[in-house]
Protein backbone atom coordinates (compact mmCIF):
# COMPACT_ATOMS: atom_id res chain seq x y z
CA UNK A 1 0.00 0.00 0.00
CA UNK A 2 1.51 3.43 -0.98
CA UNK A 3 0.82 6.19 0.99
CA UNK A 4 0.66 9.81 0.30
CA UNK A 5 1.78 12.96 2.34
CA UNK A 6 1.25 16.53 1.69
CA UNK A 7 4.09 18.70 3.72
CA UNK A 8 7.70 17.48 3.88
CA UNK A 9 8.66 18.39 7.12
CA UNK A 10 9.65 16.38 10.42
CA UNK A 11 6.40 14.84 10.60
CA UNK A 12 6.07 13.17 7.34
CA UNK A 13 9.39 12.09 7.95
CA UNK A 14 8.15 10.57 11.18
CA UNK A 15 5.29 8.74 9.30
CA UNK A 16 6.87 7.15 7.00
CA UNK A 17 9.44 5.63 9.81
CA UNK A 18 6.98 4.28 11.32
CA UNK A 19 5.18 2.67 8.56
CA UNK A 20 8.32 1.23 6.63
CA UNK A 21 8.25 -1.68 9.14
CA UNK A 22 4.77 -2.21 8.41
CA UNK A 23 5.61 -2.80 5.15
CA UNK A 24 3.82 0.46 3.72
CA UNK A 25 5.54 2.92 1.23
CA UNK A 26 5.29 6.64 0.98
CA UNK A 27 5.58 9.88 -2.00
CA UNK A 28 5.87 13.23 -0.19
CA UNK A 29 4.75 16.81 -1.71
CA UNK A 30 6.30 19.53 -0.66
CA UNK A 31 6.55 23.32 -2.47
CA UNK A 32 10.22 23.43 -1.45
CA UNK A 33 12.53 20.46 -2.01
CA UNK A 34 15.45 21.91 -0.15
CA UNK A 35 13.60 21.80 2.86
CA UNK A 36 11.30 18.97 3.08
CA UNK A 37 13.49 16.60 5.62
CA UNK A 38 10.66 13.69 4.87
CA UNK A 39 12.63 13.81 1.18
CA UNK A 40 15.70 12.47 3.11
CA UNK A 41 13.39 9.27 3.61
CA UNK A 42 10.42 8.97 1.12
CA UNK A 43 9.72 9.64 -2.74
CA UNK A 44 9.55 13.45 -3.31
CA UNK A 45 7.21 15.16 -5.38
CA UNK A 46 7.58 19.26 -5.77
CA UNK A 47 5.09 22.08 -6.74
CA UNK A 48 2.95 24.31 -5.88
CA UNK A 49 -0.07 23.22 -3.76
CA UNK A 50 -2.28 25.16 -6.56
CA UNK A 51 -0.43 23.32 -9.72
CA UNK A 52 -2.71 20.39 -10.78
CA UNK A 53 -0.30 18.97 -13.08
CA UNK A 54 2.12 18.57 -9.58
CA UNK A 55 -0.50 17.10 -7.37
CA UNK A 56 -1.47 14.40 -10.06
CA UNK A 57 2.32 13.97 -10.41
CA UNK A 58 1.78 12.84 -7.06
CA UNK A 59 -1.45 11.10 -6.61
CA UNK A 60 -0.69 8.87 -9.41
CA UNK A 61 -1.01 5.23 -7.77
CA UNK A 62 -1.42 6.73 -4.11
CA UNK A 63 -3.98 4.04 -2.30
CA UNK A 64 -4.88 6.72 0.37
CA UNK A 65 -3.54 10.50 1.04
CA UNK A 66 -2.52 12.42 4.34
CA UNK A 67 -1.46 15.32 5.58
CA UNK A 68 1.29 16.58 8.09
CA UNK A 69 0.89 20.53 7.42
CA UNK A 70 -1.84 22.47 8.87
CA UNK A 71 -1.97 25.27 5.82
CA UNK A 72 -2.72 23.01 2.81
CA UNK A 73 -5.15 25.16 0.70
CA UNK A 74 -8.40 23.50 1.25
CA UNK A 75 -9.02 23.42 -2.88
CA UNK A 76 -5.89 21.19 -3.29
CA UNK A 77 -7.21 18.75 -0.70
CA UNK A 78 -11.15 19.09 -2.59
CA UNK A 79 -9.15 18.51 -5.56
CA UNK A 80 -7.02 15.47 -4.53
CA UNK A 81 -10.42 14.17 -2.62
CA UNK A 82 -12.15 13.55 -5.99
CA UNK A 83 -9.11 10.99 -6.59
CA UNK A 84 -7.84 9.11 -3.82
CA UNK A 85 -8.98 9.04 -0.35
CA UNK A 86 -8.20 11.83 1.68
CA UNK A 87 -7.54 11.20 5.56
CA UNK A 88 -8.20 13.16 7.89
CA UNK A 89 -11.46 14.61 6.63
CA UNK A 90 -10.55 18.07 5.04
CA UNK A 91 -13.81 19.84 6.19
CA UNK A 92 -11.79 19.30 9.59
CA UNK A 93 -8.68 20.46 8.54
CA UNK A 94 -10.73 23.77 7.21
CA UNK A 95 -12.09 24.33 10.68
CA UNK A 96 -8.68 23.82 12.23
CA UNK A 97 -7.46 26.72 9.51
CA UNK A 98 -9.51 29.21 10.67
CA UNK A 99 -9.75 30.19 14.88
CA UNK A 100 -13.89 31.75 14.81
CA UNK A 101 -14.73 28.44 13.14
CA UNK A 102 -12.27 26.42 15.67
CA UNK A 103 -14.02 28.31 18.64
CA UNK A 104 -17.68 28.19 17.41
CA UNK A 105 -17.76 24.35 17.09
CA UNK A 106 -16.32 23.49 20.36
CA UNK A 107 -18.69 25.98 21.60
CA UNK A 108 -21.38 23.93 19.84
CA UNK A 109 -19.71 20.67 21.08
CA UNK A 110 -19.95 22.32 24.64
CA UNK A 111 -16.63 22.28 25.03
CA UNK A 112 -15.75 25.60 27.28
CA UNK A 113 -13.11 28.06 25.71
CA UNK A 114 -12.32 31.34 26.50
CA UNK A 115 -14.30 34.39 25.28
CA UNK A 116 -13.93 35.44 21.70
CA UNK A 117 -14.65 37.52 18.84
CA UNK A 118 -14.44 38.31 15.33
CA UNK A 119 -12.46 41.91 14.83
CA UNK A 120 -12.48 43.35 10.93
CA UNK A 121 -11.67 46.93 11.73
CA UNK A 122 -10.31 48.46 14.65
CA UNK A 123 -14.04 49.74 15.77
CA UNK A 124 -14.58 46.06 16.01
CA UNK A 125 -11.52 45.43 18.47
CA UNK A 126 -12.51 48.52 20.65
CA UNK A 127 -16.06 47.15 20.90
CA UNK A 128 -14.59 43.32 21.35
CA UNK A 129 -12.30 43.72 23.95
CA UNK A 130 -15.73 45.26 26.24
CA UNK A 131 -16.88 41.69 25.50
CA UNK A 132 -14.39 39.72 25.98
CA UNK A 133 -12.39 41.84 28.62
CA UNK A 134 -8.98 42.26 29.35
CA UNK A 135 -5.92 41.32 29.01
CA UNK A 136 -7.09 39.69 25.44
CA UNK A 137 -4.98 38.30 22.70
CA UNK A 138 -6.02 39.45 18.82
CA UNK A 139 -4.89 36.97 16.82
CA UNK A 140 -5.10 36.16 12.44
CA UNK A 141 -7.90 33.75 12.41
CA UNK A 142 -5.81 31.86 9.72
CA UNK A 143 -2.17 30.92 9.16
CA UNK A 144 -0.62 31.00 12.55
CA UNK A 145 1.36 28.78 14.57
CA UNK A 146 3.72 28.15 17.15
CA UNK A 147 3.43 31.88 18.28
CA UNK A 148 3.24 33.62 15.44
CA UNK A 149 0.51 35.95 14.05
CA UNK A 150 -0.77 37.13 17.22
CA UNK A 151 -0.06 40.09 19.49
CA UNK A 152 -1.19 40.99 23.21
CA UNK A 153 -3.37 43.23 24.63
CA UNK A 154 -2.80 44.37 28.10
CA UNK A 155 -5.00 47.55 28.08
CA UNK A 156 -6.49 49.69 26.02
CA UNK A 157 -4.07 51.95 24.78
CA UNK A 158 -2.34 48.70 23.22
CA UNK A 159 -5.34 47.87 20.47
CA UNK A 160 -4.40 50.32 18.16
CA UNK A 161 -0.90 49.06 18.06
CA UNK A 162 -2.21 45.18 18.06
CA UNK A 163 -4.39 45.76 15.14
CA UNK A 164 -1.74 47.58 12.91
CA UNK A 165 0.15 44.73 13.58
CA UNK A 166 -1.67 42.25 12.03
CA UNK A 167 -4.17 44.24 10.05
CA UNK A 168 -5.15 43.52 6.70
CA UNK A 169 -6.38 40.13 7.42
CA UNK A 170 -9.53 38.20 9.27
CA UNK A 171 -8.88 38.59 13.10
CA UNK A 172 -10.40 37.05 16.01
CA UNK A 173 -9.91 38.28 19.58
CA UNK A 174 -9.69 36.07 22.84
CA UNK A 175 -9.66 36.88 26.57
CA UNK A 176 -6.33 35.59 27.80
CA UNK A 177 -6.97 32.35 29.89
CA UNK A 178 -5.45 32.32 33.50
CA UNK A 179 -4.77 28.99 33.07
CA UNK A 180 -2.60 26.65 35.77
CA UNK A 181 -0.86 24.40 32.93
CA UNK A 182 -1.44 23.46 29.61
CA UNK A 183 -3.06 20.06 28.46
CA UNK A 184 -3.19 18.16 25.00
CA UNK A 185 -4.67 14.82 24.48
CA UNK A 186 -4.23 12.89 21.67
CA UNK A 187 -6.59 10.28 20.09
CA UNK A 188 -6.99 8.25 16.98
CA UNK A 189 -10.07 7.21 15.10
CA UNK A 190 -10.47 4.75 12.42
CA UNK A 191 -12.34 4.27 9.16
CA UNK A 192 -14.04 1.20 11.21
CA UNK A 193 -14.93 4.23 13.72
CA UNK A 194 -12.29 2.29 16.45
CA UNK A 195 -11.14 4.70 18.89
CA UNK A 196 -7.72 5.21 21.23
CA UNK A 197 -6.72 7.73 23.52
CA UNK A 198 -3.45 8.57 24.91
CA UNK A 199 -2.67 9.85 28.43
CA UNK A 200 -3.41 13.08 29.16
CA UNK A 201 0.50 15.24 28.23
CA UNK A 202 1.48 18.10 30.09
CA UNK A 203 2.90 21.06 27.72
CA UNK A 204 5.17 24.03 28.13
CA UNK A 205 5.80 26.62 25.70
CA UNK A 206 8.09 29.34 25.45
CA UNK A 207 7.22 32.54 23.26
CA UNK A 208 4.33 30.84 21.98
CA UNK A 209 6.44 27.33 20.71
CA UNK A 210 6.38 24.07 22.50
CA UNK A 211 9.89 23.38 24.72
CA UNK A 212 8.72 20.23 26.53
CA UNK A 213 5.85 17.75 27.21
CA UNK A 214 5.84 15.15 29.98
CA UNK A 215 3.24 11.63 29.19
CA UNK A 216 1.26 10.37 31.37
CA UNK A 217 0.97 14.13 33.25
CA UNK A 218 1.27 14.34 36.49
CA UNK A 219 -1.34 15.10 39.04
CA UNK A 220 -4.03 14.29 36.66
CA UNK A 221 -7.38 12.36 38.26
CA UNK A 222 -9.45 9.92 36.25
CA UNK A 223 -11.96 12.32 36.32
CA UNK A 224 -10.08 15.04 34.28
CA UNK A 225 -8.82 12.35 31.91
CA UNK A 226 -12.84 11.58 31.45
CA UNK A 227 -13.73 14.81 30.74
CA UNK A 228 -10.56 15.56 28.55
CA UNK A 229 -11.63 12.15 26.74
CA UNK A 230 -15.49 13.10 26.56
CA UNK A 231 -14.10 16.25 24.94
CA UNK A 232 -12.53 14.52 22.29
CA UNK A 233 -14.46 11.91 21.46
CA UNK A 234 -17.24 14.46 20.83
CA UNK A 235 -14.74 16.32 18.34
CA UNK A 236 -14.10 12.34 16.92
CA UNK A 237 -17.52 11.83 16.02
CA UNK A 238 -18.65 15.36 14.92
CA UNK A 239 -15.98 15.26 11.87
CA UNK A 240 -16.62 11.75 11.05
CA UNK A 241 -13.07 11.92 11.74
CA UNK A 242 -10.53 8.96 10.96
CA UNK A 243 -6.73 9.60 11.55
CA UNK A 244 -5.18 11.39 15.01
CA UNK A 245 -6.28 14.30 16.34
CA UNK A 246 -5.04 16.50 18.88
CA UNK A 247 -7.17 18.82 21.03
CA UNK A 248 -4.64 21.48 23.07
CA UNK A 249 -6.24 22.45 26.00
CA UNK A 250 -5.63 25.08 29.23
CA UNK A 251 -6.91 23.50 32.84
CA UNK A 252 -7.90 26.44 34.95
CA UNK A 253 -8.65 25.88 38.57
CA UNK A 254 -9.57 22.26 37.41
CA UNK A 255 -11.85 23.04 34.79
CA UNK A 256 -10.45 22.01 30.91
CA UNK A 257 -10.99 24.76 28.24
CA UNK A 258 -9.77 24.19 24.36
CA UNK A 259 -7.57 26.08 23.09
CA UNK A 260 -6.35 24.59 19.76
CA UNK A 261 -7.07 21.80 17.21
CA UNK A 262 -4.73 19.30 15.19
CA UNK A 263 -5.60 17.73 12.65
CA UNK A 264 -2.60 15.59 12.22
CA UNK A 265 0.06 14.18 14.22
CA UNK A 266 1.30 16.76 16.72
CA UNK A 267 4.46 17.48 18.57
CA UNK A 268 3.24 16.86 22.03
CA UNK A 269 3.44 13.20 21.51
CA UNK A 270 6.80 12.98 20.20
CA UNK A 271 7.53 10.90 23.39
CA UNK A 272 5.10 7.86 22.02
CA UNK A 273 7.80 6.81 19.40
CA UNK A 274 10.05 5.71 22.31
CA UNK A 275 7.89 5.04 25.67
CA UNK A 276 6.62 1.86 24.75
CA UNK A 277 2.74 2.09 23.23
CA UNK A 278 2.00 2.09 19.62
CA UNK A 279 3.34 5.46 18.59
CA UNK A 280 0.90 8.69 17.87
CA UNK A 281 2.23 7.87 14.26
CA UNK A 282 1.74 4.60 13.77
CA UNK A 283 -1.71 4.14 14.95
CA UNK A 284 -2.24 6.99 12.91
CA UNK A 285 -1.06 5.16 9.57
CA UNK A 286 -3.19 2.18 11.07
CA UNK A 287 -6.09 4.42 11.42
CA UNK A 288 -6.36 6.01 7.43
CA UNK A 289 -5.60 2.62 5.76
CA UNK A 290 -8.54 0.45 7.97
CA UNK A 291 -6.05 -1.54 10.14
CA UNK A 292 -6.70 -2.14 13.96
CA UNK A 293 -5.44 0.53 16.35
CA UNK A 294 -2.68 -0.19 18.40
CA UNK A 295 -2.28 0.30 22.47
CA UNK A 296 -1.27 3.79 23.06
CA UNK A 297 -0.49 2.76 26.86
CA UNK A 298 3.20 3.38 27.42
CA UNK A 299 4.91 1.45 29.54
CA UNK A 300 6.49 4.46 32.45
CA UNK A 301 6.64 8.10 32.13
CA UNK A 302 8.05 10.01 29.14
CA UNK A 303 9.49 13.18 28.62
CA UNK A 304 10.14 15.44 25.52
CA UNK A 305 12.01 18.41 24.89
CA UNK A 306 12.18 19.71 21.50
CA UNK A 307 15.55 21.33 20.13
CA UNK A 308 15.16 24.89 18.52
CA UNK A 309 17.36 26.70 16.28
CA UNK A 310 20.77 25.25 17.76
CA UNK A 311 21.61 21.52 18.54
CA UNK A 312 23.18 20.74 22.48
CA UNK A 313 26.42 18.05 21.98
CA UNK A 314 24.20 15.16 20.71
CA UNK A 315 27.17 12.82 21.84
CA UNK A 316 26.97 13.74 24.96
CA UNK A 317 22.88 13.26 25.02
CA UNK A 318 23.32 9.64 23.35
CA UNK A 319 25.86 8.79 25.89
CA UNK A 320 22.99 8.72 28.58
CA UNK A 321 20.83 6.23 30.16
CA UNK A 322 16.89 6.05 28.95
CA UNK A 323 17.46 9.16 25.96
CA UNK A 324 17.18 8.90 22.61
CA UNK A 325 17.46 11.35 20.38
CA UNK A 326 16.16 12.16 16.80
CA UNK A 327 17.40 14.61 14.34
CA UNK A 328 15.21 16.10 11.61
CA UNK A 329 18.28 16.77 9.18
CA UNK A 330 17.24 20.45 9.26
CA UNK A 331 19.96 23.14 8.78
CA UNK A 332 19.79 24.74 11.98
CA UNK A 333 18.21 28.57 11.68
CA UNK A 334 16.39 30.80 14.89
CA UNK A 335 13.18 29.15 15.83
CA UNK A 336 13.64 26.19 13.49
CA UNK A 337 12.74 22.42 15.27
CA UNK A 338 15.87 20.29 13.86
CA UNK A 339 15.16 17.22 16.76
CA UNK A 340 13.61 16.22 19.74
CA UNK A 341 14.80 13.98 22.80
CA UNK A 342 12.91 11.66 24.73
CA UNK A 343 13.79 10.55 28.43
CA UNK A 344 12.46 7.27 29.40
CA UNK A 345 11.64 5.30 32.36
CA UNK A 346 9.79 5.35 35.80
CA UNK A 347 9.53 9.14 37.37
CA UNK A 348 12.56 9.26 39.34
CA UNK A 349 14.91 8.39 36.40
CA UNK A 350 12.67 10.82 33.45
CA UNK A 351 13.34 13.64 36.86
CA UNK A 352 16.98 12.73 36.81
CA UNK A 353 17.34 13.03 33.17
CA UNK A 354 16.05 16.20 32.86
CA UNK A 355 18.14 18.07 35.49
CA UNK A 356 21.04 17.10 33.31
CA UNK A 357 19.66 17.82 29.82
CA UNK A 358 17.66 20.06 30.19
CA UNK A 359 20.09 22.58 30.66
CA UNK A 360 22.28 21.31 27.72
CA UNK A 361 18.88 21.50 25.83
CA UNK A 362 18.00 25.15 26.64
CA UNK A 363 21.95 26.46 26.29
CA UNK A 364 21.27 25.93 22.55
CA UNK A 365 17.63 26.98 22.12
CA UNK A 366 17.49 29.43 19.60
CA UNK A 367 13.97 31.32 19.62
CA UNK A 368 12.50 33.54 16.82
Same mark, same amino acid.
Given at each position: ? &???? #??????????????????? +?????? $?? $???????????? =???????????????????????????? @??????????? /?? =?? $?????????????????????????????? @? *??? #????????????? $????????????????????????????????????? *???? +?????? %???? #????????????? @?? =?? !???????????????? !?????????????????????????? #??????? *??????????????????????????????????????????????? +?????????????????????????? /???????????? &???? /????? =???????????? %??? /????????
Amino acid at each position: M &KIGI #LGGGQLGRMLALAGYPLGL +RFRVFD $PQ $PDAAAAGHVAEL =VTGRYEDRAALERFAAGLDVITYEFENV @PAATLEYLAAR /VP =VY $PPPRALACSQDRLSEKTTFRKLDIPTAEFA @P *VDS #LADLTSALHQVGL $PAILKTRHGGYDGLGQASINSAADAETAYAALAGRPL *VVES +RVPFDR %EISV #LAARSRSGETVVY @PL =VE !NWHERGVLIRSVAPAP !NTTEDLRGRATRKIERLLHAFDYVGL #LTLEMFE *VRGDLWANELATRVHNSGHWSIDAGGTSQFENHLRAIVGWPLGDPRP +RGTAAMLNLIGGLPPVTALLAMRGVR /VHLYGKQPRPGR &KLGH /VTVCG =VDEEVAAGLRVI %EPL /VAAARVLR
